[in-house]
């Protein structure tokens, strides 16, 4: 008999961060159960998390590096691909410059601390403005709108579910999401207690999604017409004289230019825009107002829309203008033990924000926190000139899948003169690659989410350790990062990433700590990387114990010690304002100038007809994006690429229940398999995205066994919030057609 080892880990594969118990045998993982001790999520888990095995032992998994000779991958030392890399990528930036360069960054990346503190060394090393992530194709609007009325693209209002009495959610599926921009373990049983403390959870889609399902009222809505409904909200309160400030009075700034600006949008006029009539929309708002304490939630089905910013600027204002910012059973922000902005320098007032400081060289689109829109990125390969991109980076990225128009940027990524992924699958994207540097599996990573304990709906500090020992020779993600960034820089793919970090670490030591930061690298000595980053973050966090300054506070060592009980809960959400804003008035701004401004377009929309026929986007729970299809416990069961229609819109256009239709957006079409459904608003079909696993040269040989269409393949890759640069994934206009 072999022993059985009991280990305790945080789920990396999405935001909602639980805590896992796995039993390890012999070197393999024989259960992979929730932890019930853990102080955060409290033993939920879906079947993805149950998945982290199949993904560990994936036979498609990278383990080593690939290096493409005469079009074909053949598998290579990590040596022979950094060398691969130094050979083409400095000789090409020595001849056409730094914006011949790009770097693209995906969704997993947010889940990975070696990604996450180490990716922005690679991109400044680079120097280039090409910068992309996903974070264009998600939730960019809510971190503009965030940024510019708190200070921080961090600073989220978040719903405090254990203490709210109404939750209105608009464009989220929490129950199959499991929360986004927003991190809630068991969104479900949070909602039953809501309920069953006499709440109510209202939730405006146009799709009965699980958790309108669940909910005590669902509105459908018109794709793209939150702006207009959340507009005549806010009219409303100033109408029927329900505006209250509540405990932030004297912290906001505004009030009277958001009312000016939303005047035109009475509930009458929205109406048939919204598909929602004017009575419902005043007794939606009569009911936020007179809840005792309310929450408004919205995420992606709002923001991968024309008017993202503003739908999630106006879900902040109908929060403030109810009272309910910054208050118990509110919107509240976490109060983050490590790594957040808004808890570190000065408290209650900053630099805030500033966007467009460069723009895209051919579509022109404005920077916004470093970044250029994703879908900005196959025209900048394709379009000769001067910064013309000739070589990429993707880094846990699937942009042939995930940005609009893929095939165009698939075509594109042919061209590049070099290409280099770090990824752990040979898939529709790196297929392109010259080189492939594949990351660690998540059982043999350490972690703690940077990100998420800010987005938390309980503060909390959680660490889990390896649970599998690295194989041999393979380096960490943030050491491959540190070696590019290196070899960019010219300084050689011999270089010791260990002696680099620890020279950089010197030196934000001495720019952080001045006086103290040989104490700071002293007490940090044995530590580095990601993990020293982490220690020097907890302890001069708000929780930390100030490295001796504040004995009884967090240590990196008591965090660790914590792990198998599940954590360190460091309590609900309590008020921040005015510490944690970061604005230059040192303010909560309800009337950012450039949102205002961008009203007037809404205005002009107002009028225009909505086409008849429109698609949206879907999750299931048995997925993640582009890349979890490949992983049996997952791909079992029924086909999940299936469009939705109403039986009206399939009547009207002679589909066939199960059977292939054609889905045309002008000249772009895909073909879906049709299953009707009265879930749908009338008018409006919803196809899951990530599917098309049909590429040649890709290596997922069970995700290319039921491929799925590429919804990505109709979408349009030019039609973009103007403001955050956020893709239009939804909403967007379509023809169907039956194929016999
Ligand atoms: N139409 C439509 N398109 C969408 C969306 C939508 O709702 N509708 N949603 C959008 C959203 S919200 C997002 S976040 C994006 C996501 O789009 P991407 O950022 O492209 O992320 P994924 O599709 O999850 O692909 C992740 C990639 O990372 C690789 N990977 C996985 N784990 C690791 C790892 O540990 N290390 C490394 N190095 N690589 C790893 C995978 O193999 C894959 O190539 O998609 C967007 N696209
Ligand atoms: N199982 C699973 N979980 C995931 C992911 C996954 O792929 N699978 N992806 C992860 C990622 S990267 C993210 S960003 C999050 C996203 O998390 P959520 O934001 O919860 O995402 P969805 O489940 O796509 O829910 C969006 C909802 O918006 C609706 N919708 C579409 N258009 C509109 C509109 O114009 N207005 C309104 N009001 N609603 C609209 C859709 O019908 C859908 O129900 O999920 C994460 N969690
Ligand atoms: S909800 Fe599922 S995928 Fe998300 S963190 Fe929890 S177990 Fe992992
Ligand atoms: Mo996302």
Not at 562 to 584: A, F, V, W, Y
Request: hydrophobic letters at 40%; proline letters at 7%; glycine letters at 10%.
């Amino acid at each position: 008999m072999t022993d059985t080892t009991t280990h305790h880990r945080i789920c990396p594969l999405c935001e909602a961060c639980c805590g896992l118990e796995i039993k390890v045998q012999a070197g393999k993982v024989i259960s992979i159960r929730g932890h019930e001790a853990d102080v955060f999520s409290a033993g939920y888990i879906c079947p993805k998390g149950v998945a982290l095995k199949d993904l560990h032992e994936d036979p498609d998994r990278l383990r080593t590096p690939l290096i493409k000779r005469d079009g074909a991958f053949v598998q290579a030392s990590w040596e022979e691909a950094f060398a691969e890399i130094q050979r083409r990528v400095p000789p090409l930036m020595a001849a056409h410059g730094r914006n011949a360069t790009a770097v693209v960054v995906g969704n997993p990346s947010a889940h990975k601390i070696g990604l996450l503190t180490y990716f922005g060394k690679l991109a400044r090393a680079l120097g280039t403005k090409n910068v992309f992530s996903a974070s264009t194709l998600d939730q960019m609007p809510k971190q503009l709108a965030s940024g510019l009325m708190f200070g921080h693209w961090l600073s989220i209002a978040l719903p405090d579910i254990a203490r709210t009495d109404y939750l209105l959610v608009l464009g989220a599926n929490p129950l199959v999401s499991n929360g986004s921009m927003w991190t809630v373990p068991d969104f479900k049983g949070k909602a039953r207690a809501l309920q069953a403390r006499g709440g109510r959870l209202v939730v405006i889609d146009p799709r009965r999604s699980e958790t309108a399902a669940v909910a005590d009222a669902h509105h459908f809505i018109r794709p793209n017409a939150d702006v207009f409904l959340l507009a005549a909200m806010v009219n409303t309160l100033f109408a029927e004289r329900l505006v209250k400030l509540g405990t932030v009075a004297d912290r906001v700034t505004g009030v009277a230019e958001v009312q000016q600006v939303v005047t035109p949008f009475t509930p009458e006029t929205v109406a048939v825009r919204c598909g929602i009539s004017a009575d419902t929309i005043r007794e939606l708002t009569r009911e936020l107002a007179g809840a005792r304490r309310a929450a408004v939630y919205a995420r992606i089905g709002t923001c991968t829309q024309e008017y993202g910013t503003l739908s999630s600027w106006l879900v902040d204002v109908l929060n403030t203008l109810t009272g309910n910012l910054d208050a118990p059973g509110g919107v509240m922000f976490a109060r983050s033990a490590a790594f957040a902005s808004n808890t570190a320098g000065k408290p209650g007032i900053g630099k805030g924000i500033s966007t467009g400081r460069h723009h895209a060289r051919v579509g022109g689109a404005p920077e916004v926190y470093g970044e250029l829109p994703i879908t900005c990125l196959a025209e900048e390969i394709e379009t000769p000139g001067e910064g013309q991109v000739r070589a990429l980076f993707t880094v846990a990225s699937n942009p042939v899948l995930s940005s609009p128009n893929g095939p165009r940027l698939a075509r594109a990524l042919d061209t590049l003169e070099f290409m280099v992924s770090m990824d752990i699958y040979l898939n529709e994207t790196t297929r392109h690659a010259d080189v492939i540097l594949p990351g660690v599996s998540p059982l043999e990573d350490f972690h703690y989410d940077v990100a998420f304990p800010q987005l938390s709906w309980r503060n909390h500090a959680r660490y889990s350790p390896p649970v599998l020992p690295v194989t041999p020779g393979q380096p960490e993600e943030w050491q491959t990062l540190l070696k590019l960034a290196a070899i960019v820089q010219g300084k050689g793919a011999e270089v010791d990433a260990s002696a680099l970090d620890d020279a950089q670490f010197a030196d934000d030591a001495q720019r952080l700590f001045g006086a103290y930061a040989d104490d700071v690298i002293d007490a940090t000595r044995g530590l580095k990387g990601p993990q020293r980053a982490l220690e020097v973050a907890l302890r001069s966090g708000p929780y930390g114990d100030g490295f001796g300054t504040k004995p009884g506070g967090l240590t990196l060592a008591k965090v660790m010690a914590s792990n198998t009980s599940g954590g360190i809960d460091l309590g609900e959400l309590q008020p921040r304002i005015p510490e944690m804003l970061r604005t230059p008035s040192g303010k909560v701004e309800l009337a950012p100038p450039s949102l205002l401004a961008d009203m007037a377009r809404a205005v002009a929309d107002l009028a225009k007809p909505a086409p008849d026929l429109v698609i949206i986007g879907r999750r299931d729970v048995r997925t993640n994006n582009s890349w979890m299809h490949n992983l049996p416990v997952l791909a079992k069961g029924p086909f999940r690429c299936t469009a939705l229609v109403h039986p009206t819109d399939a009547a009207r256009l002679h589909l066939v229940d199960g059977a292939m239709a054609r889905i045309a957006n002008g000249p772009r079409s895909i073909e879906a398999q049709v299953h009707f459904s009265d879930e749908m608003m009338p008018g409006v079909v919803s196809l899951p995205h990530g599917w098309g696993h049909d590429l040649p040269g890709a290596r997922l040989h069970l995700a290319a066994q039921r491929p799925g269409a590429n919804l990505n393949a109709l979408l349009d890759d030019q039609l973009r919030d103007p403001l955050s640069g956020n893709a239009v994934l939804g909403g967007v206009a379509i023809t169907m057609q039956a194929l016999s």
